[in-house]
């Protein structure tokens, strides 16, 4: 079956990317298909690669790059709510006049309708948030 | 067609439990997850509510562990899973709510 | 199931799911950042106003006394977006002291029936709500 | 020694006006802030728990005209301030409880 | 006013005033990093356990299925950092179908009893921490 | 009087930082002084400047470093929760070995001292959060 997961808060401060993490890895683990993991509203700092968690705790960002790697996963940050927040790829910077980025690896910058796009073509959406 | 709804928030501090299975069918299914899981404690009020709703309740083991709520202490009528549950539920059912 | 096969794809039921308040926080701006951006994609949509949500709907938002955008006005635009089902639960409005009154007046031109303008606030109660949820193929909540 | 509390979540979805006004001393002020101000509409239930508060309550009025409360569906027994208002009520009592 | 002049500062009565749940939300966790850090500044600290705050001392906790850090063992430093009053409200442990059995041990040694020691939970009824609260020169809530 | 403000959400996000902002500019406008901003939990995110909001909504951060130019105010980012979340200085981006930073003009970083001192050194502490 066909999954699209969105996750609406950023990392550490509510639990809703972890939970969305271990769904994903265990609908993965049943041989579930991952269509996408939209990020939006605060959402969109999970994929910063400036966080530096304490060592004994998990590292929530590392996390998602490593699980899109090793699955192939299409992970989106919603640039609309990006840019409220402060994330942004190289080219985003670039034609905003910023003078960095912060976008870590695994996560692509688009557009909105890439979350109606996985409604569409998952079976199922499923929604982490607060 | 039934609906798989996910409530993630204590029902002592916010309505999202009680709004949830107000609007649930009967053959609908409701999982509690992270803080939502405290809906779970019986011998409350959130119990009650749970006891008198139509659609199936489902609480996610592993935010209970987390919480020290021990699963002796889970009200009758809900049913504990884990993540494994918890696709399948979502698999099961034709759409998921999340009542954020 | 929702499905129709014309135009080569599937049409299915969107119901964006609203129960947060207006400006305390932005879910509701970017719920409906959501809504307009999704018009485009010719599905069968509804938003579905309960608890706090409705009081997105309010007349009369004036920010200007907290430095915040009113974005109210924009959802006078979805009926030019084709989005035209907008569910207000009448408990939901009861429990907040609010009627039908205190809400904007939203409309859409109906092009199946000489472009008349029809409201696009349909009150229901919570038992009619849950027949409309039922149907969904897809709910996203905020 | 007298507390000013501030409240900033809807009444009707949360419980932090229900406890704050629990908490609350006689002689403390309540000022409902942000989502807050709806506890401020007459005719809820909320209302009825503020008219049964021994706390004076205000509420901040740019955050009602933003959500188009007018100030006639203010119950009576909450007054109205400005944000002068609330610099004043933080600086009148002894401490500030900001019930998030 | 709970001044005190000796040592040359202000002794502030300072209560954290803790309403939220563990782990659902990050703001448990970082206003005991707060009390921790704050216990190296000689005031006179008080915490209160409040709503669904009294979850934070339940025993037991096993985080290991949400690969989240378990942090619940830090509360049983706070004696050794003498922050030693911990009031609990009664009534929010009574709704929540807890009775302080369900809580953590957390116990101090009291310099002024020949180190004895003893109990840092306080069982308190609404009432009795409303008189608490009034007597606090700075409240920190989380 | 002597007042301390606390900011504990993220812009746009939440109200509070918008409350806290008017708060803080009443409170100067009637004579107070405000000793520090303390920005903690999500708050932390108030201080990138790498956001981009829409051009007809407000600039929270703008908004922030410059009251704090005009009135010489004292704006601190809690570091551990910033290191959580992904802001960091200059010296913080160099000591963590990351190759980016994104603290704005007006902030800077320091430890959870810097909130006891304020709650001890004001006449009252105020608190905005979610």
């Known amino acids: 079956m066909k999954f699209g997961v969105v996750v609406n808060e950023g990392p550490y401060t509510h639990q809703a990317s972890d939970s969305a993490y271990q769904f994903t890895k265990e609908a993965i683990a049943q041989g579930h298909e991952i269509i996408r993991v939209f990020f939006y509203h605060d959402g969109v700092n999970n994929g910063t690669r400036l966080t530096v968690p304490p060592g004994d705790d998990r590292h929530i960002q590392n996390n998602w790059s490593e699980l899109a790697k090793e699955h192939n996963l299409d992970m989106v940050v919603c640039i609309a709510a990006a840019q409220r927040r402060g994330i942004l790829d190289e080219n985003e910077a670039k034609r905003q006049g910023k003078d960095a980025d912060n976008i870590a690896e695994g996560f692509r910058i688009s557009g909105l309708g890439q979350l109606i796009e996985a409604g569409i073509q998952a079976d199922r959406l499923v929604t982490f948030g607060d | ?100 | 199931m929702s499905e129709d096969m014309e135009d080569g794809g599937d049409i299915k039921k969107f119901m964006y799911m609203n129960r947060k308040a207006p400006y305390g926080t932005i879910y509701a701006l970017e719920a409906l950042e959501v809504v307009l951006i999704g018009a485009a994609f010719d599905q069968d949509v509804s938003l579905a106003f309960v608890d706090d949500g409705v009081f997105q709907l309010t007349k009369g938002q004036d920010t200007a006394g907290i430095g915040i955008k009113n974005f109210s006005p924009a959802f006078k635009a979805l009926g030019d977006y084709d989005v035209t089902k907008l569910y207000v639960e009448k408990e939901s409005l009861e429990e907040r002291g609010l009627t039908a009154d205190d809400l904007m007046d939203l409309v859409y031109e109906d092009e199946d029936d000489d472009w008349a303008e029809k409201p696009s606030i349909r009150l229901v109660s919570r038992d009619e709500l849950k027949t409309v949820l039922a149907e969904q193929d897809v709910i996203m909540s905020f």
């Open chain 2, 1 to 100: 067609m039934s609906i798989l709804h996910t409530v993630n928030k204590s029902p002592f501090q916010k309505n999202d439990l009680t709004s949830c299975l107000a609007h649930a069918n009967d053959d609908d299914a409701v999982l509690m997850i992270e803080d939502g899981v405290y809906g779970a404690i019986k011998g409350t009020q959130a119990a009650s509510q749970i006891a008198a709703a139509g659609a199936t309740v489902f609480v996610l083991g592993v935010d209970l562990a987390a919480r020290g709520i021990s699963e002796d202490k889970v009200a009758d009528g809900v049913s504990v899973v884990g993540y494994d549950g918890f696709v399948k539920l979502a698999a099961e059912h034709h759409a998921v709510n999340s009542w954020l």
